[in-house]
């Protein structure tokens, strides 16, 4: 099993900026993609950006420019630094991992607990 451990949430007021991160541990063998998820109130949970082993980088439209995700490959552990904070990025941030946990095995996804961030207006 991999676990996932965020931390950095918190209220800030617009045009404010906040670093999410997020480490893996357990039993891993390799981790192809790490990523942030949110889930606004009301709303289902969508892709904020995600980094492959390699360095690739994805994010969406809404938060280009503003958000940039970095990893740590040998710490196992994926930074989200947003700046600029609107509020309509108030959401459940949730870090997920697709990884590999023997050879043997196929990727699967985790997922962290999820960490609030409230922007202010």
């Known amino acids: 099993q991999v676990q996932l451990v965020e931390s950095g949430g918190g209220l800030v007021q617009a045009g404010g900026s906040l670093k999410l991160s997020c480490a893996a541990s357990?039993?891993?063998?390799?981790?192809?993609?790490m990523g942030w998820y949110r889930q606004p109130p009301g709303k289902q949970r969508e892709l904020v950006a995600d980094?492959?082993?390699?360095?690739?980088?994805n994010y969406a439209d809404s938060v280009k420019g503003r958000f940039a995700i970095s990893r740590d490959n040998a710490k196992n552990t994926v930074y989200l630094q947003m700046n600029s904070l609107k509020p309509e990025d108030t959401a459940v941030y949730y870090c997920?991992?697709?990884?590999?946990?023997?050879?043997?095995?196929?990727?699967?996804?985790?997922w962290g607990q999820g960490t609030q961030v409230t922007v202010s207006s």
């Open positions: 997920n991992a697709k990884a590999i946990t023997s050879r043997y095995y196929a990727p699967r996804d985790y």
């Open positions: 980094i492959t082993s390699g360095g690739n980088v």
């Open positions: 357990g039993t891993i063998f390799s981790i192809i993609t």
